[in-house]
């Protein structure tokens, strides 16, 4: 009888198996099913990154889906495409992409900028909590890829409490300190070639993999700021759709646009949109840019300290 299930396709195994488990069917066959379902998602997802086809394979919704698996194999293929640049030609490009443009300079938010008034609530300066960094432990994606500098992965800190106890005892040592170790400030960046010559370094997306100490770190403070902003209402939810708890800013800017396009298809109009995409966007940002938006949403020195701590010093590897 269990043989019939190999002919299944996914969704009947899918179905099958909820099948068994509602009825309380063999045991048997409930680990059957499950043993078969679990391999036919490994081949589907082995055919997906075999595809020899750029154009039809979308690496982003895979980079999204299951991004250790998609470095993992990216590099192990035999026949992915390598940079063919040497290392003095990588080292004079990216030292020229990574360094500070003009670092002396200085940002003034602009006068028809209405400020902000004084916050109501004042930031919590109280370090996290053990319960605060294991609830940031627990969101963060068993998938995700460690640090090729230390293989330090997110799974030993979910699954070992005493690693848990050993980070938080850290991390509050180093929030009250502000000052971020410079062994957590080293990172390792993956080259994945997106499209013309291997010779040009700029035709390579990076993926840089970070330390698992220092991103719960910066989830830590990132929850401690956003509350801070979020008491004060001086975050633009009608605005501001990037970076916020629980609200899909994407799937929010598509209905919009699918809604304008509807509309303009029923109306017989004309329609024009226009899509931003800026180059090496995050990277742009000057550093001291950064400082003047934290002093015009009134950020403590003392956070300041430690976010100015966190750009100092930092060490890509590629």
């Given at each position: ?9 996914v969704k009947?195994?899918?179905k ?6 509602s009825?309380k ?6 680990k059957y ?5 679990r391999?036919k998602?490994?081949?589907n997802?082995n055919?997906?990154l ?5 154009e039809?394979?979308?690496h982003?919704?895979f980079?999204?889906?299951n991004?250790?698996g998609?470095?993992?194999n990216?590099?192990?293929k ?11 030609d990588c080292?004079?490009?990216f030292s020229?992409?990574l360094?500070?443009?003009n ?7 602009p006068?028809?900028?209405p400020?902000l008034s004084?916050?109501e609530?004042q ?6 909590t053990?319960?605060?960094i294991t ?6 994606k068993?998938s ?8 330090l992965?997110i ?5 070992c ?10 991390i ?9 170790p410079?062994?957590w400030k080293?990172?390792?960046?993956i080259?994945?070639?997106?499209k013309?010559?291997?010779d ?5 997306r990076?993926?840089?993999l970070e ?7 910066t ?6 700021i956003?509350?801070f902003l979020a008491?004060?209402?001086f975050?633009?939810?009608?605005i501001?759709?990037?970076?916020t708890p629980?609200?899909s800013?994407t799937?929010e ?5 699918a809604d304008?396009?509807?509309k303009a298809r029923i109306r017989?109009?004309?329609v024009?949109?226009?899509l ?7 990277g ?7 400082q003047?938006?934290?002093d015009y949403?009134h950020?403590?020195?003392h956070?300041?300290?430690?976010i100015?701590s966190l750009?100092s ?6």
């Amino acid at each position: 009888m269990v043989t019939k299930y190999k002919e299944y396709t996914v969704k009947e195994l899918k179905k099958a198996l909820q099948n068994l488990k509602s009825n309380k069917g063999n045991l048997s066959k409930i680990k059957y099913v499950s043993r078969t379902l679990r391999d036919k998602l490994r081949i589907n997802n082995n055919d997906g990154l075999t595809s020899d086809s750029n154009e039809s394979f979308n690496h982003d919704n895979f980079i999204v889906r299951n991004f250790g698996g998609y470095i993992k194999n990216v590099i192990n293929k035999k026949d992915s495409i390598l940079p063919s640049f040497n290392v003095i030609d990588c080292s004079t490009y990216f030292s020229k992409s990574l360094a500070k443009n003009n670092p002396s300079r200085l940002f003034n938010i602009p006068s028809w900028i209405p400020k902000l008034s004084d916050p109501e609530v004042q930031f919590n300066f109280d370090p996290p909590t053990y319960q605060q960094i294991t609830d940031v432990i627990r969101k963060m994606k068993s998938s995700g890829s460690p640090c090729p500098l230390d293989q330090l992965s997110i799974i030993c800190f979910k699954r070992c409490p005493y690693l848990r106890t050993c980070l938080s005892e850290l991390i509050q040592e180093i929030w009250l300190s502000g000052i971020v170790p410079n062994e957590w400030k080293k990172a390792c960046t993956i080259l994945i070639h997106k499209k013309g010559n291997t010779d040009d370094p700029s035709n390579f997306r990076l993926i840089t993999l970070e330390s698992i100490p220092l991103k719960v770190f910066t989830s830590c403070l990132r929850n401690a700021i956003y509350s801070f902003l979020a008491s004060n209402n001086f975050i633009e939810h009608g605005i501001q759709k990037g970076f916020t708890p629980n609200l899909s800013g994407t799937l929010e800017h598509t209905a919009e646009m699918a809604d304008i396009i509807n509309k303009a298809r029923i109306r017989q109009r004309s329609v024009v949109i226009t899509l931003l995409d800026r180059k090496n966007a995050f990277g742009e940002v000057h550093h001291n840019l950064i400082q003047s938006v934290l002093d015009y949403d009134h950020i403590p020195e003392h956070i300041k300290f430690v976010i100015k701590s966190l750009y100092s010093h930092i060490i890509i590897y590629i």
